[in-house]
């Protein structure tokens, strides 16, 4: 499978945008988090190599689900990066 048929689009909802910033009090605890759709096959590690390599930053940890719409996943990124710049890059906001 190819690395750009992997992330098929950002996931945007209320809670989504929620997990990108936190609150100022949680300093990124619960935050610095984005959604994805991605591809049904694709396994936490690929998921996690196609994010890195086409965001140019890093990944500490993701979660996956699948429902009705498809295989969501839950990208926390590594302190130093945040979620939110990558959510302007892809048009969240």
């Known amino acids: 499978m190819k690395q750009s048929d992997i992330l098929i689009k950002p996931y945007v909802t209320e809670k989504s ?10 300093k990124f605890k619960d935050g610095n988090k ?3 759709l991605v ?3 694709a396994d936490k590690q690929d ?7 086409y965001f140019e930053v890093k990944v500490e940890k993701v ?6 719409d498809g295989k969501h996943a839950i990208i926390q990124l590594a302190e130093g990066y945040s979620a939110e ?9």
């Not at 945008?17 to 949680?26: E, F, I, S, W």
């Not at 998921?47 to 390599?53: D, P, Q, S, V």
């Not at 979660?63 to 009705?68: C, G, H, N």
Request: a positive charge; zero cysteines.
């Open 47 to 53: 998921i996690k190599t196609a994010f890195e390599e």
């Open 17 to 26: 945008l929620n997990l990108m910033a936190g609150t100022p009090k949680q």
């Open 85 to 93: 710049d990558v959510g302007m890059r892809v048009g969240v906001f």
């Open 63 to 68: 979660w996956t689900r699948i429902q009705k």
């Open 34 to 36: 984005i959604e994805f």
């Open 39 to 41: 591809h049904r096959d």
